[in-house]
């Protein structure tokens, strides 16, 4: 049987018939039903987070071990006719703040943002990796990993995710490194205001970032007043006005300077238009350019 130590815990599964409750234990009453619940999640999901045990001093004769906390989950599997459950034995000295983060993960009792303080401490201060909290809490290591890098944001953000206005999914996009502080903070609030998903997000804010590099590169963006007057499909003849004024600076562009420059500017269905225009301009341009040459070998 495989195990894992950490200092003085062992993770492992363990026989259910060996472990003994512990008789001072406070809670006498277990709903029934909340049980039933509970046994029913772990079927279907197994169990997320481990029990914790230690050794009873019957331990060296029959292995057998006290129940330090995870009451409920044993009570369920026992329920479910487990023979083995999965538990941290603890050898020493019980460490009650990572049972307490435990417990509290286990029943949902804790937010995003506490959470991530917890794993922050447990790794910092006692000498826990992503690897070993992850198998703890029944997570992913993405997920600690996902969790301590929340502590990152603004305070005011992890404000909002305390509060559950801003969601997890639209905070993992403002970890970007290429944000400004103030910049997490306004699309935070925006993506609170305007209910933005968290691929709208992302676009917004990849729009800012090549925007801000677009300028230090001396690319034209247009204004969202301009853009609005850009759309094509409502606008064309402005369009076209607009755009000829463009021409000679778009083709001086670099290639990708020139391609920040249509991905900024115009959305794809636009440059498709765009395309179309440009197309029947180039054609009447080249016919122009024909009469011309024909007049001018004709005067010749």
Known sequence: MSEKKTESRVLKKVL????????????????????????ASIKAEGLKVPIFVKPDSNHEKDGSLLLVAGERRLRACKKLGLKEIEAIIIYGEVNSY???????????????????????KLVKEDGY???QLAQMMGKSIAFVGNRIALLKLPQEVQNLIILKKLQISLAQELLNNELAQDDVIRFAHKAVKEGLSANRLNEKIKSLINEKKAKESGVKIFSEEEKLMLNAKKNMPFFLEKIAEYVILIE???????????????????????RLGLAKIAKRAATLI???EEMESGTN
Not at 98 to 120: G, M, T, Y
Not at 252 to 274: A, C, H, T, Y
């Open 98 to 120: 990572l049972i307490s983060l435990l417990e509290n993960v286990a029943r949902e009792n804790i937010n995003p943002i506490e959470e991530a303080n917890a794993f922050s």
């Open 252 to 274: 001086e562009m670099d290639p990708i300077d020139r391609k920040v420059f249509f991905i900024e500017n115009f959305k794809k269905s636009d440059r498709g238009l765009m």
């Open 290 to 292: 024909k009469s011309l």
């Open 16 to 39: 259910i018939e060996k472990i003994k409750t512990d008789p001072n234990q406070p809670r006498k009453h277990f709903d029934e039903e909340k049980l039933n619940e509970l046994a």
């Open 129 to 131: 990796n992503y690897g």
